[in-house]
């Protein structure tokens, strides 16, 4: 039974009489601490459900659209019609098939595979991916290695994840900019034993309402083109990592976003799976033994 023990001392001028003990029965206070809980569950399920209906709802008025199209340019004989709503079907498709492998890889729960990588290694790779898609939308993606970064106990695929979509979204925001000259940054550097990647870009920025939204579900600044599960996914795995990340953007001037990762966190949790794996190595059955 849970129980909340106090007790007070006794004095009277000076003198001490005794002490006051008082004990709490809890088992009311935890249950509806555990009823709190469950509706707070609820709620997260009820608003991911009605996030994803919502834009389950969308793409299926973008597939119908299309469809309608390409039924109408094949009973006139329209080939541009039939085209274009070709073009829309397949966009759609898209987008549906991008949901899906978001939101599966947002709800799987899984302990990192980390392993040693060279912090600078993964991030020159992800802007070498990313420089021509970035020069074709006329923005300039820039790779900063931090010097003397040791490597690091990372998950790198899950890494790549992470940074690929802080990198897709730099881009994007650089494009929405006024004017030329969009410039996006990926950054590697180490302070007070804490593995540091930003990401920086000269973009729109965005304003405090949309600051306090962009790691919630289902919210996206894109529109169509996101499905509001990036950067949601994105925290996932830098917490999976024991890490944090956060924002600070000035609207019309960009924004960084910056993700921290303890060294001794990392090495930690490296140690643990490595225990889990013996740990599981030992329990497997020896096959042949009669």
Sequence with gaps: MPVRFRSVELKSRGKRLGTAAFMQDLRELKRLEAEKLDAERLAAVGQ???????????????????????DIGLHDGDSELILNGWEILQRNFGKTTTLVKDFLGFAK???????????????????????ETARKQGVELVWEPGEDIQPAFLDPSGMETCLTNLISNGIDAAVMREGSGGRVILRTREENGQLIFESIDNGCGMDWDVKQKVFTTFFTTKGGKGTGLGLLTTRKIVQEHGGSIDVDSIPGEGSIFRIRLSRARLEALAEQASSVKKTKGEEQPNEGNG
Excluded: F, Q, S
């Design 48 to 70: 991911t459900v009605a996030g994803l209906a919502h834009t389950i709802k969308n793409m299926l008025m973008g597939l119908e659209g299309g469809m309608y199209m390409v």
């Design 109 to 131: 729960g899984r302990l990192p595979e980390l392993r040693l990588v060279d912090p600078n290694a993964l991030t020159r790779d992800i802007v070498e991916l990313y420089r």
